[in-house]
Structures are given as C-alpha cells and as structure tokens.
C-alpha cells in the first residue's frame, strides 16, 4: 500500500555561548576561526519543536515553519537533508507493515514541520535550535547509527551554533582541523545536573529582528577587524582552557569574569569591524552598568551577563535567590514599557536543569 505516513518528533532547546563563536574559516562547511562554549537551555523555555514525516504519497520535500511554508532549496537545508541521507539505514516498522530500504531514502521525499515556542522575530536565536531539531529527527526517522557529536557535525553546516544544541548541559564546539570538517564538532563537557543551582533570565530588549545577520557580520569581521585575529589566537584558546576548569569546579567568580569579558570582546570585535557592527544598545550598555555594580558591591559576583548578535541580555545567575533578586532589580530599574523599550522577560527556570 502507498497509505502509509512514519513519523517522528523531536524538541531541542536553543543554547547561549558563553565563550562566543565569531568567524568563519570556510563558510560553505560552517568551520569556525575559534572554539566555543555554551550552556543549553531548559528544554521547557525557547525551544524548538519538529515533527519530520515520510509517505511514498509525498511527491516533494516540503517544509513549514510555525505554520507557514519555508523553502527547503537553500544550501543550508540541502546539506544537512544531503548528508542525512548518505547516512539512512533500513527501517522496519512491523506493526505498520512499512519496510523501508536504506537506498529508498534516496526516492523518498519528506514533509517537516517545525514550531518555535517562542517569537521567532523576537531576536532569540532560533537557528540553533532549528538546525539541531531537524537533524535529530530526521537521524531517528532514518535510522542513523551515529552519535549526538557526529550528528552535530551535520547539524553545524545549517547553522554553526546549531551544533551545540545535541546535548544539554555545558556544551564545547571544537573547531577541528580537517578540511572536510568532520572533526569539527560539539562535545559534552558537563551534564544538565551537573551545576543545576544557575538560572537563567533573558531580558527582551527589543524584540525587532537584528538588523546584521550572522552571516555578514561575521564575513566583515574576518575582512576587516584586526581584534578578531588577536581573539582567536592570543585570548579564546586560553579562556576555553580556563572556562572549562570554572564549569569543571562550579567555580561562579571565574565563570562570570570568562562570560562576561568574553561577551565583551565580541561586542568589542563587532565595533573594530569596518563598516562597525552595533549589536548591543543604550538599554543593553546600561543593564550591564547595573549587573556590574551589583557584582562590585557585593563580595563574589552574583549575575553574568552576555549578549549575542542583539540587544537582549542573556543573564545567569548564581542560584535561584539571586534570580529572584535580579529580577526585581531588572523590574525596577527597566519597567517594561515606559521609559525603556525593554518589553519583557524571558526566565529560564532551573535553566539547565533537563
Ligand atoms: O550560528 P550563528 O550563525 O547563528 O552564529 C551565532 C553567533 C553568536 O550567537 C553571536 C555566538 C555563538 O557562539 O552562538
């Protein structure tokens, strides 16, 4: 019969870097200039959610995105379904009666459809968790006997943080030295339960689109900025060596000075880029005015910030009585709606907590 439809769903939380990936050596593989290190979100807050189906009925691969028909005919999406593909397997499912040969992924063609469950427009990255979901379903739909890392490298050439969201907890890209990049991929360091005290809160700056996409951004940098290369020779491999040992420790005074200095030099990066690239705004500058005399005033550092290609501040804190305190602080001194354009806040609870 050619009634059948396989189905399989997945959902995978976006990640935030922690030590920031900047740069590209090659952009059709996705292979970056540096490391980088991130911490994967709670799979209950901005996350993405894929249902990857399969029928001999479908005639085209067709994709949708919260509901509205996206083209799967860029390279991005070509790669990864291209590389998927090369590794499908056989598949049986005796209750269906469905038996699928390895060479018939070749023929057969797919519908996807895929749900963020937060604003898409609203400057969160979504790419990351995007890419990672679609590579994971379409791995278990087609069988594929590969591991989390193996598959990050596939999920890498959609969109290069993408590959940190395979695993949850505190998450390494490693940037490989292979051409062909298949050494460039993600690793775990630590899992979800390992440092579960941290809570994650994301203030919405503003919820417009960035206005420098990734891609470009990153192109004018390697271009033109001078800073990038001390960055990725002199300053990320000894940051990645020391965050890794502050993650390793629990260690919170380092892993906030390492975030946020870090943060701080990408924005720095995004500034020496000619034409500059502005990505943080006056409410973004003064948040981070205010997490930094908080942390002064009190004996350890109590909140971490970093911010991506957007305004919206990304703040860790160090327990969830200082989540509590952080939010009340960011409430008073940013009341959504009025004197800031600050619209609303996005709390991670328990953020890396599975
Ligand atoms: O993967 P992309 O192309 O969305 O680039 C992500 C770049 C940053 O978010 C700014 C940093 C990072 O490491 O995620």
Redesign the pocket.
């Given at each position: 019969s050619e009634k059948w439809v396989l189905m399989v769903t997945a959902r995978t939380p976006t990640n935030i870097?922690v030590i920031?990936?900047?740069g590209k050596r090659d952009e059709k593989l996705i292979l970056p200039i540096n490391d980088?290190i991130?911490v994967t979100l709670d799979p209950n807050h901005l996350c993405t959610t894929t249902t990857v189906s399969v029928s001999p009925s479908f005639v085209e691969d067709r994709m949708w995105l919260n509901g509205k028909e996206i083209s799967l005919q860029g390279g991005r999406f070509q790669s990864c379904l291209r590389e998927i593909r090369a590794r499908a397997n056989d598949v049986e499912d005796e209750k269906k009666g469905i038996k699928i040969k390895k060479e018939d992924w070749q023929k057969l063609h797919l519908q996807i459809a895929s749900y963020n469950n937060f604003p898409t427009a609203a400057g969160l990255?979504s790419?990351?968790a995007g890419f990672a979901c679609l590579v994971f379903s379409l791995a278990k739909l087609m069988n594929l006997k590969e591991d989390n890392s193996q598959l990050s490298a596939i999920a890498r050439q959609g969109?290069?943080?993408?590959c940190r969201s395979l695993y949850g907890g505190f998450v390494k890209w490693i940037m490989g030295k292979e051409e062909n990049g298949s050494d460039s991929l993600a690793v775990q360091l630590a899992d979800e339960k390992h440092w579960d005290d941290l809570v994650i809160i994301i203030a919405v700056v503003s919820a417009r689109q960035k206005e420098t996409s990734?891609?470009s951004g990153m192109r004018d940098t390697v271009e033109t900025s001078a800073l990038i290369k001390h960055r990725a020779k002199e300053v990320v491999p000894k940051r990645i060596i020391e965050m890794e040992t502050a993650i390793k420790n629990r260690d919170f005074a380092s892993f906030t000075r390492l975030a946020c200095t870090d943060s701080n030099q990408?924005h720095a990066v995004c500034l020496d880029t000619y034409p500059p690239i502005f990505y943080m705004n006056d409410t973004s500058h003064r948040i981070i005015s205010c997490v930094e005399k908080w942390n002064r005033s009190e004996e350890t550092p109590q909140v971490a910030y970093t911010f991506?290609?957007g305004p919206n501040a990304v703040m860790i804190a160090r327990d969830r009585k200082t989540a509590a305190l952080l939010l009340q602080r960011l409430l008073y001194n940013f009341p959504p709606k009025s004197d800031t354009d600050l619209d609303s806040y996005v709390i991670g609870d328990k953020s890396i907590l599975q």
């Open positions: 870097a920031k990936y900047w980088s991130s990255a790419s990351a969109s290069g943080s993408a990734s891609t990408f991506d290609a």
